[in-house]
């Protein structure tokens, strides 16, 4: 028999279906108590060395790795090295001493802003129940270790692939694993080893979620041992970028070809004109270095980190870093309106038999289906359960059909003592589905046609009047313990039950503030379509157009993309025409956000652009969800939408600065090394001026944001972008030439002046230019935040300082004469005057 200390190098225990449980005990050395948590620590640490996991330093090593990973850094940091082979020392070691800060710099960064996003990601971590040394306790689904003994209810994410200890009508939807839409019911016992996943009955799978029901299960195979594990490995995928990623790296192709051809042309005819090959190369490359955004990556994830930092305050968890660009951009929000458009806590407004009269045997009934179901808490059997108690002392529950949402409806089959009743409660029509007759208050059985008529009348009237129904129905059945769906016919209609859940306070003025933010609120429930209207029309939703499930299967793909445009009220929508509605929705070119919490979300929740879910949602919802509210109210999805929109905008104040001074540089490079004897700026210098700019850049992610940049949906545009880049760029060479003339022709400086001047004004500039293109209105009234004020201050100074400073020498700086100090400064000024009168025209468009 095989033995833990044998078993544990082995990737998983194969078909441990068809052992018995005192089989698997022996083998994972587990008890019906559990293991201990220093025995779980130690066989997840086991495991994590089987897969290579990381530890800390490591991970801080490779991060700070990455910061040189760039093709351009790794040839300066090659050509510097060279120097030093060439007795070219001072230029060497400055180069390799920037490069390090430089790195170091954005590693700090980086990592802070990550360990900062992974604990808000715990606020939010899914739980599983365990059983150690016969104690239970909640943890991270992510620390269940192999001989864990796991207890599970409706709604939960299975940890582990196990086998069941004990169970109570498990259902367990198994979609994701064999395809079948039906839930999978699981029994004790053991199986053949030849079974395959898919038809075992006796186990459950991790990544499945559970229906309805309870178990005990003991956890086997975990991590990337279990099936999905293994078929996660065989058909891994990166994660899909959002269009704002996608938008980024294509950009970034772009100013990548455009220096890299402008850099060679710029050594080619260095070299060509008899300057020395090494200081050329060193230009060439520092000069690449320079124009090249390289903390792109790094204020994209600073910047996305202090988001979810705000966000986080304003009680929204991000999940997935990349979900606040779709947030930013998203102009549509589709929503059930349970919990978010009403109170969410569900009343019951009569319980009345098949002619319409008070019922209290409908009461009961419905109250015993409730009691004994075993399904996810949902707010219709709460509110039942809430009834004043029935005596339910003589009722034996035998067996249950849970709950779907392609039959719609809940079977129990109870003892009560002197026979077997099922009882079934559900929507009104998939009730009347399995019924052949109905019991009138005398207690006389009819056939159901005669109180048809009477039936639909009654429908009618309590959904005009926005009560959600349900039907209850029930038959005697002799000499079974056992039901299944096929079961549910020739039932006797007993009456309904009518709810309410009003909208919320305040909610009116909740939908006006999201329509203010320019997103369009479209209404998805499962509820019939007077219901859906009556509610419309309270909260002043549109609801001249409405489409329901039964149009959608009528409809081809083409007429449902023209539809849901003019369409924000959705009724008795089936869980996938959902997806197919936000899929239409995409396909006009809307970035898409739902709104859900419930087990039949789930797929609707991966398919937005935004998956948004509740706190208090069930495992599988949160799961696909990458936003997390914790609070269900729509002033907090408003809240949130409008910091994705500020971590959105800050981060395009980035790329708006970098490109159009880094193109303005590159040109006046260029140009310079054409005309000019001498190199205009040294390696060292062009190095140090990247170094200082970046600075400030690195504070945008606190910036204020004016509060018409958020008012409506942005979006990442190249082509603005572009046009921004060369615009700016081109007025910035434009200075930069007057720059050189005054230098060369007016003040006849030397080669060392010349340059000291030249970076001097380069960094003035690139300092204010970052203050005027942060905002739309003028640069005075606008206020930066405290940091980015204190960090152009600082480096503003520094850039009139450093030539005057004892290490000025180091970096081939000199002092400058007062006037033409001056001269650097009203140059600055009128650049400043002239990119505000830019900026009018051209950002009228943003």
């Given at each position: 028999m095989l033995c833990w200390q044998k078993i544990k190098s082995l990737k998983s225990i194969e078909n441990f279906w068809s052992f018995s449980k005192y089989q698997l005990f022996q083998m994972l050395n587990a008890t019906e108590n559990g293991i201990s948590n220093e025995e779980a620590y130690d066989r997840l640490q086991e495991q994590q060395q089987n897969k290579f996991n990381q530890k800390k330093w490591q991970k801080d090593a490779f991060l700070l790795l990455s910061q040189y990973k760039s093709p351009l850094v790794l040839l300066l940091v090659f050509a510097a090295f060279l120097s030093l082979v060439l007795k070219e020392y001072s230029n060497g070691f400055i180069i390799i001493i920037i490069l390090?800060?430089?790195?170091?710099?954005?590693?700090?960064?980086?990592?802070?802003?990550?360990?900062?996003?992974?604990?808000?990601?715990?606020?939010?971590?899914?739980?599983?129940?365990?059983?150690?040394?016969?104690?239970?306790?909640?943890?991270?689904?992510?620390?269940?270790?192999?001989?864990?003994?796991?207890?599970?209810?409706?709604?939960?994410?299975?940890?582990?692939?196990?086998?069941?200890?004990?169970?109570?009508?498990?259902?367990?939807?198994?979609?994701?694993?064999?395809?079948?839409s039906f839930p999978a019911e699981k029994f004790v016992g053991t199986v053949s080893m030849e079974s395959l996943p898919a038809r075992v009955i006796n186990a459950v799978f991790e990544g499945t979620n559970v229906i309805n029901g309870t178990a005990t299960v003991l956890a086997v195979n975990t991590g990337p041992n279990t099936e999905m594990g293994k078929i996660a490995k065989r058909l891994q995928k990166s994660t899909p970028e959002t269009a704002f990623e996608k938008g980024i790296r294509q950009f970034g192709y772009l100013l990548m070809r455009i220096t890299v051809i402008i850099v060679l042309l710029i050594l080619v005819l260095n070299i060509l004109f008899h300057k020395p090959v090494v200081d050329s190369l060193l230009f060439a490359l520092a000069l690449a270095v320079g124009i090249t955004p390289e903390l792109l990556p790094i204020i994209v994830t600073v910047t996305l980190s202090a988001g979810a930092r705000r966000m986080a305050i304003k009680k929204v968890i991000v999940k997935?870093?990349?979900?606040?660009?779709?947030?930013?951009?998203?102009?549509?929000?589709?929503?059930?309106?349970?919990?978010?458009?009403?109170?969410?806590?569900?009343?019951?407004?009569?319980?009345?038999?098949?002619?319409?009269?008070?019922?209290?045997?409908?009461?009961?009934?419905?109250y015993r289906n409730a009691y004994f179901e075993t399904g996810f808490s949902n707010p219709i059997d709460e509110a039942i359960r809430s009834l004043e108690k029935m005596d339910i002392q003589n009722c034996i529950k035998q067996d249950e059909v849970p709950y779907d949402f392609i039959r719609k409806r809940l079977s129990v089959l109870i003892n009560d003592g002197s026979r077997h009743i099922m009882i079934t409660k559900g929507a009104v029509n998939n009730v009347l589905q399995c019924c052949t007759r109905a019991e009138l208050p005398d207690g006389k059985i009819v056939g159901l046609e005669q109180v048809q008529a009477g039936i639909d009348k009654l429908y009618l009237q309590?959904?005009?009047?926005?009560?959600?129904?349900?039907?209850?129905c029930?038959?005697?059945?002799?000499?079974?313990t056992r039901i299944n769906k096929n079961d549910e016919l020739d039932m006797i209609l007993l009456g309904f039950i009518t709810f309410f859940d009003p909208p919320k306070e305040g909610i009116i003025t909740s939908i006006a503030k999201l329509k203010q933010t320019g997103i369009t609120l479209k209404l998805i429930t499962g509820d019939n379509r007077l219901?859906?209207?009556?509610?419309?029309?309270?909260?002043?939703?549109?609801?001249?157009?409405?489409?329901?499930?039964?149009?959608?299967?009528?409809?081809?793909?083409?007429?449902?993309?023209?539809?849901?445009?003019?369409?924000?009220?959705?009724?008795?929508?089936?869980?996938?025409?959902?997806?197919?509605?936000i899929r239409a929705l995409q396909k006009n070119g809307y970035a898409v956000g739902y709104l859900g919490d419930g087990i039949n979300d789930a797929n609707a929740l991966k398919i937005a652009d935004v998956g948004i879910s509740t706190d208090n949602a069930v495992d599988v919802a949160k799961e696909a969800a990458s936003l997390v509210?914790?609070?269900?109210?729509?002033?907090?999805?408003?809240?949130?939408?409008?910091?994705?929109?500020?971590?959105?905008?800050?981060?395009?104040?980035?790329?708006?600065?970098?490109?159009?001074?880094?193109?303005?540089?590159?040109?006046?490079?260029?140009?310079?090394?054409?005309?000019?004897?001498f190199l205009p700026l040294l390696p060292v210098q062009i190095l140090l001026n990247n170094f200082l700019s970046d600075i400030p850049a690195l504070t945008i992610a606190s910036d204020k944001v004016d509060e018409e940049l958020i008012a409506k949906p942005r979006r990442w545009d190249v082509k603005y972008i572009r046009r921004f880049m060369i615009v700016f760029g081109l007025e910035s060479s434009l200075f930069d030439f007057l720059t050189f003339s005054l230098?060369?022709?007016?003040?006849?400086?030397?080669?060392?002046?010349?340059?000291?001047?030249?970076?001097?004004?380069?960094?003035?500039?690139?300092?204010?230019?970052?203050?005027?293109?942060?905002?739309?209105?003028?640069?005075?009234k606008s206020r930066p935040s405290k940091f980015l004020v204190m960090a152009c201050l600082g480096i503003f100074m520094l850039s009139l300082a450093i030539p005057y400073l004892p290490f000025s020498e180091i970096f081939s700086l000199s002092p400058l004469p007062f006037r033409v100090l001056i001269s650097i400064l009203g140059i600055a000024v009128m650049y400043v005057i002239v990119s505000e009168l830019t900026k009018i025209f051209l950002m009228k468009k943003l």
């Open positions: 390090l800060l430089t790195g170091i710099f954005g590693f700090i960064q980086e990592r802070n802003a990550g360990r900062s996003v992974e604990k808000l990601q715990e606020l939010v971590r899914n739980k599983a129940t365990v059983k150690r040394e016969g104690i239970e306790r909640e943890i991270s689904i992510k620390e269940v270790a192999p001989g864990d003994i796991v207890l599970l209810n409706a709604g939960d994410i299975i940890p582990a692939d196990a086998l069941i200890l004990e169970t109570n009508d498990l259902h367990v939807n198994e979609a994701m694993l064999t395809g079948e997935k870093l990349s979900a606040i660009q779709n947030l930013g951009e998203m102009n549509i929000l589709c929503s059930d309106k349970t919990g978010t458009i009403t109170q969410g806590v569900v009343k019951i407004e009569s319980t009345v038999g098949a002619t319409g009269a008070d019922s209290e045997k409908v009461k009961i009934y419905a309590f959904s005009s009047n926005g009560f959600r129904t349900i039907a209850v029930y038959k005697d059945v002799s000499n079974t219901v859906a209207q009556h509610i419309a029309a309270q909260i002043g939703l549109k609801q001249h157009e409405i489409l329901t499930g039964y149009d959608l299967t009528h409809i081809t793909s083409d007429a449902l993309q023209r539809k849901v445009n003019e369409t924000d009220l959705f009724a008795e929508i089936e869980p996938v025409q959902k997806e197919r509605i509210l914790l609070e269900k109210d729509l002033d907090v999805v408003v809240e949130g939408i409008l910091e994705g929109r500020k971590t959105f905008m800050n981060t395009l104040k980035y790329v708006f600065v970098t490109t159009s001074a880094n193109f303005g540089n590159m040109i006046s490079m260029a140009i310079a090394s054409f005309f000019l004897p230098l060369l022709y007016i003040f006849h400086t030397t080669p060392s002046s010349f340059r000291t001047g030249w970076f001097m004004e380069s960094l003035l500039t690139e300092i204010l230019i970052l203050l005027v293109i942060r905002t739309q209105r003028p640069f005075f």
